[in-house]
């Protein structure tokens, strides 16, 4: 049957991806909305390829650029602003398929809305997720949303797991799941060069092409922090259940260790368009345009335990997911905000971590009862967070 798909962030490092994989498949999907926030260029390129029904952009200004850029390709597509707009085509009737792959806190109401919906969410936007857990799952089950992993660690678990694993991973024998993490560009750097890193540096990493702000998590392993709780929702498993294994090669995504000693792993090629292919066409199969693995190039496959020394923001998300409530939004809202700056060169690479952890210590982190609640922790976290860097500059200077 024919998928109608609306892809949030459609002109990202995911999104473009998904389109590569779309392309590749006509006969079953149909792109009927995209959005984009300041690529206008790209997405014009996009909708002419695609020709979407509806596009979405954040202001009036942007829509009135998109616009002229249509017309002098000879394009028709109807034009939505803002978060409005973004839960419009999350939400429409003929959509099928969302594909949540906005970066950051901002795709929360979108993804959520789709959810709400109850439509098939392939779910990117891991921070969507991490800020607002419990809720975010609650509400799939009353609408009776699918929701599928593209993250490739969750992807690989989900392959991974017995396909009636919603009945309980305890029942199935599952006693670990293993996430596994590259570690980043700064695995083997002495840690006294670590506050000498730049931008450039955080986000050059060693296998993956992604985002910028992903790519300084991967760096300091916030990323795999945020994987962390994005399991822990996922596949209702404890944080206690959940291990983090360094494989610098990034050919096995996740693992997945059973009551009787096995252990059942996904392997391929680090390509997101594998995870997206999965999704996409689950249950079947579909090709994604990555090459098969060639094992004897691969030659070594090799493990290590994570150093939280070099790595605290780890150790920040593991304490976050025990904390529970709403510790896990504070988590990922001075993370943003601290990211942003370091990216900005206003704080070094040091401070992301300990920001992080001077928001923890300070914000309220009670229960989080309501989307509501989610999204005030959101926004005094990240006022603190920035309160907190601005005070270390006028420190500084
Ligand atoms: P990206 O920066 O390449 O793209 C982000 C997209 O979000 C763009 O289309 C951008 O226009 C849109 N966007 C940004 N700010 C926005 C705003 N304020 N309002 C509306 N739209 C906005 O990021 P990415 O690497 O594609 O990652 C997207 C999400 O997928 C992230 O949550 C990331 O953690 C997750 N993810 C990415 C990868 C990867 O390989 N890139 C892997 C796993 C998970
Ligand atoms: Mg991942």
């Known amino acids: 049957m024919m998928q109608h798909l609306t892809i949030l962030g459609a ?25 984009a926030f300041r690529q206008l260029e ?85 921070e969507a ?79 993956w092409v992604m985002g910028r702000k992903i790519s300084v998590d991967s760096a300091t392993m916030m990323n795999k922090g945020l994987e962390v709780i994005e399991a822990r929702w996922l596949f209702g498993i404890g944080g206690d259940r959940i291990d983090v294994v360094i494989h610098p090669q990034s050919v096995i995504h996740s693992m997945v260790q059973y009551a009787d000693g096995s252990v059942v792993a996904q392997l391929g090629n680090p390509d997101m368009r594998t995870p997206i292919a999965h999704a996409l066409a689950y249950p079947q199969r579909i090709a994604s345009g990555v090459a098969p693995l060639d094992f004897a190039s691969i030659a070594a496959l090799t493990f290590e335990t994570p150093d939280l020394n070099r790595f605290p923001c780890l150790r920040l998300a593991y304490a976050a997911l025990k904390a529970d409530g ?4 504070v988590l990922n809202a001075a993370n943003e905000i601290a990211v942003s700056a370091f990216l900005d060169r206003q704080i070094s690479y040091l401070d992301i971590a300990s920001t992080v952890e001077a928001v923890l210590d300070s914000c309220d982190t009670g229960k989080a009862e309501s989307l509501e609640d989610v999204l005030v922790a959101d926004g005094s976290a990240r006022r603190m967070a920035q309160a907190f860097i601005d005070k270390r500059l006028r420190g500084a200077a």
């Open 11 to 35: 002109t990202g490092s995911i999104g473009t991806s998904t389109l590569d994989v779309v392309a590749r498949h006509p006969d079953r999907y149909r792109v009927f909305a995209l959005t």
């Open 326 to 329: 709403l510790a896990p939004t």
């Open 129 to 207: 997720l991490v800020m607002s857990g419990r809720l975010f799952m609650d509400e799939a089950r009353q609408s009776g949303a699918t929701v599928l992993p593209i993250d490739s660690e969750h992807n690989a678990v989900f392959q991974s797991l017995p396909s009636q694993f919603e009945y309980g991973l305890e029942e199935a024998g599952v006693t670990k799941v293993l996430l596994t993490a590259s570690g980043g560009p700064f695995r083997t750097w002495p840690i006294e060069q670590l506050k000498s890193v730049t931008p450039d540096q955080a986000v050059a990493h060693p296998n």
């Open 42 to 126: 790209k997405l014009a390129e996009q909708i002419a390829a695609f020709r979407p029904t509806f596009a979405v952009v954040p202001d009036l200004a942007s829509r009135e650029s998109l616009r002229l850029m249509l017309i002098e390709r000879g394009v028709t597509c109807e034009l939505l602003v803002g978060e409005g707009g973004l839960c419009e085509v999350a939400t429409h009737a003929e959509v099928t398929t969302v594909m949540a792959a906005i970066v950051g806190a901002v795709g929360l109401p979108p993804t959520l809305a789709a959810v709400r919906a109850g439509k098939r969410v392939l779910l990117a936007n891991k």
